[in-house]
């Protein structure tokens, strides 16, 4: 393998993206609007954590303790994926961790955004 040049410049091109972030943002148009309107998108997510169980203002001399009752989260349930789009039993995607599902989905996203097809890029 050669190496390259430190000054040496190798062109790229992004083709396609895909993209998950809270507010709802769930394509790099929807981000942009987002950005672009500077939505705040905090909110108390009390379908996921008890954040009055670990909430305390002064959290910083404190055990187990929040400074926050909330955060940014996604909206979307990751529970509720097409793993047959991707070839995976039922048994399988039940053991996947849901930060791979959302990646899974997403790269999906960004290859179908580029205009490159599953069975295109498959073996790849």
């Not at 001399?61 to 789009?85: C, I, M, Q």
């Not at 179908?112 to 790849?124: C, F, H, Q």
Request: proline fraction near 7%.
């Amino acid at each position: 393998m050669v190496a390259a040049r430190k000054d040496e410049r190798i062109p790229i091109a992004i083709v396609g993206m895909g993209c998950r972030f809270p507010g709802d943002a769930t394509s790099p148009s929807k981000f942009w609007d987002l950005l672009k309107n500077g939505r705040d998108v905090y909110s108390p997510d009390t379908d996921r954590w008890d954040s009055d169980a670990f909430h305390h203002p002064n959290s910083k001399d404190r055990v187990n303790t929040l400074a926050t009752k909330g955060g940014h989260f996604l909206k979307e349930d990751p529970y509720l994926w097409d793993a047959s789009l991707f070839n995976i039993t039922a048994a399988e995607a039940m053991s996947l961790d849901p930060k791979q599902r959302i990646m899974m989905e997403v790269a999906y996203e960004a290859l179908e955004n580029a205009g490159m097809p599953l069975p295109k890029v498959a073996g790849s």
